[in-house]
């Protein structure tokens, strides 16, 4: 019940500032007004998050750890495992879901929501170790918990890369526009560690 209640409340607030953000604009958003719109208090949000910016990117990137690890146990088992966290992860930029587009030109256009949304990654990396584990009995942790880092890692490279290659239209103060589509970056990113991922998944023993 109490973590139930915790993760109702983590919503609310990320939802809120997700919603405020996109409304006035980031930086006429303050704490207070995105506690008092997901119904706690300054102090209740401040056990949450340590700034509006990792509030509004956690409305954005919320639920992304579930997310690839359900596409990474359902993939069938004949899909080598290098496709599998490929399409797992590059789906996660792909889909926006409830989310529109407009959430992440605004993250492009800010460079403290930049920062917020490129360390949300590590977010995903701990529970890609685990379905990793689960997906190919006989994989050890650590090599596990290793690719799930280097797959981070190459994230984290692709969205740098998006963000800071966005250009501003001179006509439109403000208003940018990526260079090139987020999906490809990151699958071009995550394309050296195919071999990585595919090396490292065990192989029945051989009949003699």
């Known amino acids: 019940m109490r973590e139930r209640k915790k993760r109702a409340t983590r919503e609310a607030l ?3 500032a997700l919603r405020l953000a996109l409304e006035r604009g980031p930086d006429n958003v303050r704490v207070e007004e ?6 706690v208090s300054p102090r209740t949000y401040n056990n949450y ?4 910016e990792q509030a509004i990117v956690a409305g954005v990137a919320a639920d992304r750890a579930v997310t690839v690890t359900a596409a990474v146990l ?3 088992t004949g899909v080598s495992l290098g496709d599998t966290v490929v399409d797992a992860v590059v789906g996660l930029y792909t889909d926006p879901g409830d989310h529109p587009p407009a959430a992440l030109l605004m993250i492009a256009a800010s460079p403290a929501l930049r920062a917020c949304y490129v360390d949300a990654v590590t977010t995903i990396e701990e ?3 685990e379905a990793l584990t689960a ?3 006989g994989l050890d942790r650590l090599t596990a918990q290793v690719l799930a880092a280097a797959v981070g890692a190459a ?5 740098r890369q998006w963000l800071h290659g966005t250009n501003e239209v001179p006509a439109m103060a ?4 990526p260079s090139r589509p987020l999906p490809d970056l990151v699958r071009a990113a995550l394309a050296p560690l195919t071999p990585a991922l595919d090396a490292a998944t065990p192989r029945p023993a051989a009949t003699p």
Do not use: D, E, K, Y
Request: hydrophobic share 55%; charged share 15%.
């Open 135 to 137: 997906r190919c009995p």
């Open 155 to 159: 994230v984290r490279v692709a969205l």
């Open 14 to 16: 990320q939802s809120a």
């Open 74 to 76: 359902a993939r069938p």
């Open 49 to 52: 998050f340590a700034s509006r």
């Open 127 to 129: 529970p890609l170790a």
């Open 174 to 177: 403000g208003f940018v526009v």
């Open 34 to 39: 995105i506690a008092q719109a997901a119904g």
